[in-house]
C-alpha cells in the first residue's frame, strides 16, 4: 500500500531554516506530482508547493515563494521541502501529499488523494 512519512521538524527561531523530507514507499514514485501542504491550529489545510513527476516545474503559494524550495530524488523516492527565512506564520504541522494522475490543479487539496501524518514545524519570534 502506498506511505508517506515525513520527517525533519523540530522548533527554530525566525530566520531559521528546516528541510523536510517525505519518503514515499508501495508505489513508483516517480510516476507522481507531489505536494507539500500544512495546517495550522484552527485553519483549514494549505497548499505550500508542488513538483511535477519529473521535477522541472514546481508551484508555491505566494505566502513562501522565495523563501521555500521544493525537490524531489526520483532515485531515492523522496521530496523535499526546504524551508528557509522561516517565521512564526509558518508554525504548522506540514503533510507531504500524492498528487492524482491527470489535469487537476497542483493548488487544490482535492487533488491529492496520499496523505502522510505529517511533521510539526514551530517558529518562534
Known amino acids: 500500500q502506498v506511505r508517506l512519512v515525513e520527517s525533519g521538524g523540530g522548533s527554530v527561531q525566525a530566520g531559521g531554516s528546516l528541510r523536510l523530507s517525505c519518503a514515499a514507499s508501495g508505489m513508483t514514485f516517480s510516476n507522481y506530482g507531489m505536494g507539500w501542504f500544512r495546517q495550522a491550529p484552527g485553519k483549514e489545510r494549505e497548499f505550500v508547493a508542488g513538483i511535477t513527476w519529473s521535477g522541472p516545474i514546481t508551484y508555491y503559494a505566494d505566502s513562501v515563494r522565495g523563501r521555500f524550495t521544493i525537490s524531489r530524488d526520483n532515485a531515492k523516492n523522496t521530496v523535499y521541502l526546504q524551508m528557509d527565512n522561516l517565521r512564526p506564520e509558518d508554525t504548522a504541522v506540514y503533510y507531504c501529499?500524492?498528487?492524482?494522475?491527470?489535469?487537476?490543479?497542483?493548488?487544490?487539496?482535492?487533488?491529492?488523494?496520499?496523505w502522510g501524518l505529517g511533521t510539526q514545524v514551530t517558529v518562534s519570534s
Open positions: 501529499a500524492r498528487k492524482i494522475r491527470g489535469g487537476r490543479s497542483y493548488y487544490d487539496r482535492e487533488s491529492y488523494n496520499y
